[in-house]
């Protein structure tokens, strides 16, 4: 949401292929793909199983190094092996299984792993970790075990972790994929203050699309390559071409088109539920006022044919 012109990350010409277990074939994962990330954006990756999104998310910390092309987080080449810790302590990675992320018995013992690795000073440690609590909502926690937390609970300490070791940007791998409702919503809440109120630029890979909606900007994937790219509006209204890659639209988006398709004159980029509602109140009241002046004019003929009379 703020955004400026300083790069977060870069990605010129990235191809990255893998051998196939099956036959030691090279497959590619990521076709010649080129990115750019500003500083304070919130950037949402798209697409179906296999379409690539989620290595290239990797290769945006480092976790995964391009076969060609180069990949830049804050100016640093992710294949320059002396600047991989300041690289990953810049762009965070959360993944999709919370449990995988936690290693300590006790909430506030795993939030300092992180930054304990470091080398960071214990003062310092100490005042990183109740801050990162504070801001996903979890210091009433932080003496608790981590395996009887919930689900969306679990993630938002898997954040915290991410967060005490101060990164200018977070990449969420399917954060909630493996949540029940109430814990996407939690952890979806946590994301949108990292980035409105904490000013952490964010890059979420999700299956949901109706995560993707308050995103700065919305990227496709299929088949190694990106396949769409804009803003959520841009994309979404787009509903044939976006289903034609395996993906859905918003609800209330595809509600919307729908509707049009019956005939009705309504907006094709409506996003969410309050927009659709405003729009069929409009067009309520324009009909109302097209009844009307019908009326009227019917009313006025009939009086001049009175007076003829």
């Not at 946590?190 to 980035?195: A, D, E, F, H, V």
Request: aromatic share 6%; charged share 30%.
């Amino acid at each position: 949401m703020n955004m400026n012109d300083e790069l977060m990350i870069k990605l010129e010409n990235v191809t990255y292929e893998y051998k196939s277990y099956i036959d030691d074939s090279m497959q590619i994962a990521v076709n010649n793909v080129n990115v750019e990330v500003k500083k304070g954006e919130f950037l949402v990756i798209l697409g179906h199983n296999g379409s690539g999104k989620s290595t290239m998310a990797k290769m945006m910390n480092g976790l995964l190094l391009p076969t060609h092309g180069e990949v830049y987080v804050m100016d640093m080449n992710t294949k320059d092996e002396d600047k991989i810790w300041d690289i990953r302590s810049k762009a965070g990675m959360v993944f999709q299984n919370p449990d995988n992320q936690i290693v300590a018995t006790i909430v506030e013992e795993d939030v300092a792993f992180g930054p304990e690795n470091l080398g960071i000073p214990p003062a310092e440690i100490r005042k990183r970790v109740d801050e990162a609590l504070e801001i996903v909502e979890m210091s009433e926690y932080k003496k608790h075990a981590p395996h009887l937390l919930s689900g969306g609970q679990k993630q938002r300490v898997a954040i915290a972790g991410i967060l005490a070791m101060n990164p200018d940007c977070i990449i969420f791998d399917e954060p909630t994929a493996m949540l029940d409702p109430n814990g996407r919503l939690e952890v979806m809440k946590t994301i949108r203050k990292l980035n409105e109120n904490e000013g952490k630029t964010i890059i979420l890979i999700t299956h949901y699309m109706e995560e993707a909606v308050k995103a700065d900007r919305i990227i496709v994937m299929s088949q190694g390559e990106i396949a769409m790219e804009g803003t959520p509006r841009e994309v979404f209204k787009q509903v044939e071409k976006v289903k034609k890659l395996g993906l859905d639209v918003p609800q209330v988006t595809e509600l919307a088109y729908e509707l049009r398709k019956e005939g009705i004159d309504i907006r094709e980029d409506v996003l969410n539920v309050e927009e659709l509602v405003d729009l069929l109140w409009l067009l309520k009241l324009k009909i109302w006022i097209i009844f009307t002046i019908q009326v009227l004019l019917l009313r006025k003929k009939h009086w001049i044919i009175l007076a003829l009379k």
